[in-house]
């Protein structure tokens, strides 16, 4: 029976230091490394070892997936990596610390840009220190300068339906290292999670969740690898 296994990156140094992060390229942190780790030593216990990857373009996405496929001794599986698994772009709000902007914006404000469903936050200004659209590694590529929730799961489904979803139809375990809202957008699909339900969802970081599926593609079962 095919599975799906969604791994959110390990913690990344902006996680550590509470800034808004989105497309900006940082590095996991010595514990975000112990996490993938950890996720990999525990899909190779459980003698779940997928058959085959995807990832963002993303280097804390990148290196999770990498750390955790060592770890279990898969680390030759193929793999594959795209944009359209990166995780929310956040505009404006980019790199800025996440208490200070709530300070200045209010709480309110700054929860409705962080977890509103099709609310984007600020649009990034052209040029500014963040903007990614001259990066090599997104060339020909429309980069966005924001997103909401909704412009993710615009980007993340048609990439699943097109690239994923023949892996499990032939039966294969799937694992997608990727990013909190790339995951929730799959995790909303899945599990018909509404759109005000959906930006309630907390996904951990280095916690492989596992969606056992039937021939058809229906959820059987959902679960962290841990409780199991």
């Known amino acids: ?3 799906l ?3 959110r990156h390990g913690q990344s140094q902006w996680n550590l230091e509470n800034r808004f992060t989105g497309w900006w390229d940082v590095d996991v942190t010595e514990k975000g490394e112990a996490e993938a780790r950890a996720a990999g030593a525990l899909l190779k216990d459980k003698g779940l070892l997928p058959d085959v990857a995807f990832t963002s373009l993303q280097t804390r996405a990148i290196k999770t997936l990498h750390f955790a496929l060592e ?3 898969i680390l030759w599986i193929p793999e594959t990596k795209d944009w359209r698994l990166n995780e929310r772009h956040y505009g404006g709000l980019t790199g800025l610390d996440k208490a200070e902007t709530a300070a200045k914006h209010g709480e309110d ?3 409705i840009w962080r977890r509103s469903f099709d609310i984007p936050p600020p649009v990034m200004d052209k040029g500014s220190e963040f903007d990614l659209s001259a990066e090599p590694r997104y ?3 429309d980069t966005p300068m924001t997103e909401s929730l909704k412009d993710t799961i615009a980007r993340v489904l048609p990439y699943y339906e097109g690239s994923i979803v023949p892996h499990l139809h032939a039966g294969s375990t799937v694992l997608v290292a990727a990013h909190g809202n ?3 957008a799959l995790e909303k699909h899945l599990s018909g999670i509404s759109d005000e339900e959906i930006t309630g969802l907390e996904i951990p970081t280095g916690q492989p969740i596992v969606y056992e599926l039937d021939n058809d593609l229906k959820v059987l079962d ?3 690898l841990s409780e199991r």
Request: overall charge positive; hydrophobic content about 50%; aromatic content about 10%.
């Open 1 to 3: 029976m095919p599975r």
């Open 5 to 7: 296994i969604l791994l």
């Open 71 to 73: 770890a279990a001794g």
């Open 109 to 111: 404000q700054v929860k």
């Open 139 to 141: 060339a020909g590529i």
């Open 182 to 184: 790339s995951l929730r």
């Open 222 to 224: 959902r679960y962290y």
